[in-house]
């Protein structure tokens, strides 16, 4: 079974940015090779998770980048406009 690992940890990220986190739900797709992860909150709350010029979507990116690496995972994170 694969691991919820990285889902849990956008999830819990994303919470803890915006101002609705009741909104915010996390999608894992599982493909052969890399794994998406959606991040879908609040219209209010969608400038929260991408920053000033996308600075706060890179660093989760970067983030689950690591987390992925030390899984020996591939995974993405898109966040649902």
């Given amino acids: 079974m694969m691991s919820t690992e990285l889902k849990d940890l956008i999830e819990l990220m994303a919470k803890a940015l915006v101002d609705m986190p009741d909104k915010v ?3 894992q797709i599982v493909g ?3 794994t998406v992860i959606e991040l879908d909150v609040d219209v209010s709350d969608r400038g929260k ?15 689950l980048n690591a987390a992925s690496t030390k899984l020996r995972k591939r995974s993405v994170l898109e966040i649902i406009e």
């Fill in 32 to 34: 052969e090779q890399t």
């Fill in 49 to 63: 998770v991408i920053g000033k010029q996308g600075r706060t979507a890179r660093a989760l990116r970067t983030i």
């Fill in 25 to 27: 739900r996390v999608n």
